[in-house]
């Protein structure tokens, strides 16, 4: 059977997608159109089965305030937005403008472009800002960024997040190389790493999962 970057096989993968809550419309046309315009980089979007779990979690808690580091084109951030109230925000944190660009027409189309607040600047810049003034004040964060800096995104977001908040990361087992003691790119060095740190972090209840790349779930204490 084919293996696919989620660590399963692609037969299990369609089976799990055809068992679970449907891929609306406007999403599978910008999946579609992320996999046309970026190719190699398409494999950075969240898959459809991880998005449905965290719109049932984020229906579960209610939560309005919510931030994002790696918005990439735009796909989680409109699947966070549809879920969330009316009056909900997502703060969708990135650097690439052009990738970014593709998911604009998608969240005006879907009607929630208002929910969505894009800053284009480097991670720990905007999580800074917001620090000064937001401490204590979001409901969720979704950290899919660069590897390397997970760890400075995750204690920044420690702080942002309410006590009883959620925190979740994406790509925590990294196709399986976080088990390969010979992989040493900088990439997976920090992902071992902040691994390991949020094992025994005693300001966090951990739940490590292997849907599509890992990720792991965080209550913050």
Not at 17 to 42: C, M, N, V, W, Y
Not at 112 to 121: E, F, N
Not at 141 to 152: E, N, Q
Request: charged letters at 30%.
């Amino acid at each position: 059977m084919t293996k696919i970057s989620s660590l399963v096989s692609e037969e299990v993968v369609h089976y799990v997608r055809a068992h679970s809550g449907p891929e609306i419309d406007i999403l599978r046309r910008l999946r579609e159109e992320t996999a046309e315009k970026t190719q190699r980089f398409s494999g950075m979007v969240s898959s459809p089965e991880q998005q449905q779990l965290m719109k049932i979690i984020l229906k579960l808690y209610g939560a309005k305030k919510c931030i994002e580091l790696g918005t990439f084109t735009g796909y989680s951030a409109l699947c966070t937005a549809l879920t969330i109230p009316e009056d909900g925000i997502v703060i969708a944190c990135d650097v690439s403008e052009e990738w970014t660009s593709i998911g604009k027409k998608y969240w005006k189309e879907a009607g929630v472009d208002h929910k969505i607040d894009l800053r284009l600047a480097p991670g720990t810049e905007t999580l800074d800002a917001l620090l000064e003034k937001e401490a204590g004040t979001f409901d969720y964060a979704f950290i899919d960024a660069d590897k390397v800096g997970y760890d400075s995104y995750y204690e920044r977001c420690l702080k942002l997040v309410r006590k009883n908040g959620l925190i979740a990361i994406d790509n925590v087992l990294w196709s399986g190389k976080v088990l390969d003691e010979s992989v040493n790119d900088d990439d997976t060095v920090a992902l071992k790493a902040l691994n390991e740190k949020i094992k025994s972090d005693d300001r966090v209840e951990v739940a490590m999962t292997t849907i599509s790349d890992g990720v792991t779930f965080l209550l913050v204490k």
